[in-house]
Every structure is written in structure tokens, then in C-alpha cells.
């Protein structure tokens, strides 16, 4: 499989997780504030309109480095901040040097973010992976939200740079983050842990090391979790491991199902709007796929 095949698989669901991350944007200095970004990150999460969200979102990235420049080691203020440039960058940013730079800069706040919290994280990239492997194994419960936000900041951050083989190569170290989180709160953020997994495990056909059938394990297990209710799953599982197996009929439902759904969800808004996009395009292309 080409690397801007593996790499569009990123983009999707990275802007997925990312859009549902918004909601963690809110444990900031004080309650002025906390109230403050509770109701902007409300106002993007239910936006149906994602070009006012594109044009007022670059305030929101100053408001947080201002703040990361008064209290530069509080990991909830570093947690948003990977987040929020995550979520520009991968969703609304073309120009590929700036998507670079905004990813870098959300994978180093995400990083300091855990490393705060965990003094044997903050050198991630140096360690082999049997270390990197046993540290994520004394991730606990409540390590959850922080990791994942790493996990998603990692993702789009190999994204950026899928040009490079070697920055491909960091993909296992993803995957490990999201298996452990899976075993440790599978539900988080929607069941966004098995939604990556069911991603990763669909990026390439059987002969190359694709896992199609454990794939659909995740994403059924995603869809379940979230109720039907975030259709980007619907979507990822119709593109990543529908046409995969050449499965037209299911492809084409879960497209219909996306499509015919009610957007309007509470914190949901924006990404199903995102996804039914995505459902139009993917039915569009589907008679020269199949």
C-alpha cells in the first residue's frame, strides 16, 4: 500500500479523534476561564459550519500559548494545547509546512504533557521498544486521557510527515498506545481506542500484515460503544475494511446509514457532518471500486 493511502486513513481519523478531544479543552487556570473554554470547545463540538470553526479557531491557539507562557508544566493547559493544534493542522490547515510545524508542536506539548505526570515518558522516541512496551504497561485508568491525546498528537504528527518512511516506521508505537488504552477503557472518548485499532488493523491487505477480520472486531465494537451516533466510525468501516474485503453491500449500507442519519448530536455535530462529506464521496467512487 502507497503512503498517502495509509496516510489519507490517518488524516480521517485523526480529525475524528481530535474533533471529539475538543470537549477535554476545558481544565484550564480558573473557573472564568474553564467556563470560558467549556463553552467555545461546546460551540466547535456543535457547529454546522465548519468554515466559521476554521476562522475562529487560530484566537483560541494564541489564548493557549499565552497561557502555556505563564504556566508552562500544567499538563491540562498542555493536553489542550496538543489538541486544539492537532485539530487546526490536520483539519482545516493545506499548506503542508505549516501542518508540519502545528503537528510538531502539538506532539511536544503532548509528550511534556505525560512526562509531567510520568518522568520515564519524557524521552518516548529514544526508547527501544521492549521499554517503550513495559512503560505502557504501568499506564493505569486514570493515564487514559492524557495518553490518548498522545497517542492522537503521534498519529498526526506521522501524518504530516508520511513522505518519510522513517517517521512511518513510529506507527507500531501507536498502535501499542491504543492497545493498551483499549484494555484499560475501551469506552474512552466513544470507544475511540478500538476505532484506531480497527484503523491500523485495515491499513494493509492480508499478504502485507493487514488484520481485516480483527479490524471489524474494533470497529463493530467502536459502533456499539458510541451507540450509532458517531458516524465517522460508520464511515471508517466502510472505507477501511468494506472495501478492503470487497464487500460492496456492506460498504454501500453503512454509507446509506451515515448519510440518512441526523447529524445534530450533542458534541458530535461537527465531525457527522465531516463524515457525511466523506459517505457522498466514498458512494460516489463506489461503482469503479467494486
Avoid at 64 to 88: E, G, I, V
Avoid at 237 to 260: C, T
Amino acid at each position: 500500500m502507497e503512503i498517502s493511502q495509509i496516510s489519507y486513513s490517518l488524516h480521517i481519523i485523526v480529525t475524528a479523534a481530535i474533533l471529539t478531544l475538543l470537549s477535554a479543552c476545558t481544565s484550564l487556570v480558573n473557573s472564568a476561564t474553564a467556563t470560558m473554554a467549556t463553552n467555545l470547545s461546546s460551540a466547535i463540538l456543535n457547529s454546522d459550519d465548519p468554515q466559521t470553526v476554521a476562522d475562529g479557531a487560530p484566537a483560541y491557539l494564541l489564548l493557549l500559548d499565552s497561557m502555556l507562557r505563564n504556566k508552562p508544566d500544567k499538563p491540562q493547559l498542555l493536553r489542550s494545547a496538543a489538541t486544539l493544534y492537532s485539530a487546526y493542522a490536520r483539519v482545516f490547515v493545506k499548506d503542508k509546512r505549516r501542518v508540519q510545524r502545528m503537528s510538531k508542536h502539538a506532539l511536544g506539548y503532548a509528550i511534556r504533557a505525560v512526562c509531567v505526570e510520568n518522568k520515564a515518558a519524557c524521552h518516548l522516541h529514544q526508547m527501544n521498544f521492549t521499554d517503550y512496551q513495559a512503560l505502557l504497561d504501568t499506564l493505569s485508568q486514570e493515564d487514559v486521557p492524557g495518553w490518548y491525546i498522545l497517542g492522537v498528537a503521534w498519529a498526526g504528527w506521522i501524518d504530516a510527515n508520511r513522505q518519510d518512511w522513517s517517521t512511518m516506521a513510529e506507527l507500531p508505537r501507536v498502535e501499542a498506545i491504543m492497545d493498551r488504552l483499549a484494555t484499560l477503557d475501551g469506552s474512552f472518548k466513544q470507544g475511540g481506542p478500538h476505532l484506531y485499532l480497527g484503523i491500523l488493523s485495515t491499513l494493509l491487505p492480508p499478504a502485507l500484515g493487514g488484520k481485516p477480520a480483527m479490524g471489524r472486531r474494533h470497529f463493530e465494537k467502536a459502533d456499539s460503544i458510541a451507540k450509532g451516533k458517531n458516524l465517522i466510525i460508520k464511515v471508517m468501516f466502510a472505507e477501511k475494511y468494506a472495501r478492503l474485503v470487497f464487500d460492496q453491500d456492506l460498504h454501500d449500507a453503512l454509507l446509506n446509514e451515515v448519510i440518512s442519519a441526523n447529524p445534530i448530536v450533542p458534541d458530535l455535530t461537527l465531525m457527522n457532518i465531516l463524515a457525511q462529506q466523506r459517505a457522498r464521496e466514498l458512494l460516489a467512487t463506489g461503482q469503479d471500486y467494486f
